[in-house]
Each structure stands twice: as structure tokens, then as C-alpha cells.
């Protein structure tokens, strides 16, 4: 049985098959999972107000604080799962 980091890797792989884009909310979900399971917790400083975007992602990765590598690797796998059932992929 594959372990989760192995899922992870797979996930990533599989989630560049997408040929029709998620939305917003989902893309910034998938980024904020990705960095809690490969950096833990967001640390970094809040972008400044000019830097919506910024704002936005770090935002998705700080509600992602205090979940373990392998519950954000869960969470990534489980999300890109459904985002293929979802949307068209090669």
C-alpha cells in the first residue's frame, strides 16, 4: 500500500492532467494544503493590502495552521480526487 507522502506525489502529478481550470476558491484550497503539507505552518508576514492576491493564498495557507504533514497531505489527495471527478483531465 502506497503511503501518503507517495499519494502526495501522485496527487501532484495527476492534478496537472486537468484540461478545464478549477475554480478560484478551489485553486486557493489546493495551494494552501500544498504548502501546509510541504512547509508547515505560515510563518511568513501578511502581503500588504496592495497584494490582494498575495493576501488571498497567504490567507489559505494560515487556515491551514496546526494540521500535521500528513492530514495536509490527506487533505491535498482528497481535494485533487475530487477535482478530477469534477472537471475534465487527460
Not at 12 to 27: A, C, F, S, V, W
Not at 66 to 89: F, I, M, P, R, W
Request: aromatic residues 10%; charged residues 35%.
Amino acid at each position: 500500500m502506497a503511503s501518503i507522502e507517495e499519494k502526495f506525489e501522485e496527487a501532484q502529478i495527476k492534478l496537472k492532467t486537468l484540461t478545464e481550470r478549477p475554480g478560484n476558491d478551489e485553486l486557493l484550497r489546493i495551494y494552501g494544503l500544498f504548502k501546509q503539507a510541504t512547509e508547515g505552518d505560515n510563518e511568513t508576514k501578511k502581503p500588504g493590502m496592495f497584494d490582494v492576491k498575495g493576501q488571498f493564498k497567504w490567507q489559505s495557507w494560515k487556515d491551514n495552521e496546526g494540521k500535521s504533514v500528513q492530514d495536509a497531505c490527506q487533505g491535498y489527495v482528497d481535494l485533487v480526487n475530487e477535482l478530477l471527478g469534477k472537471y475534465k483531465h487527460s
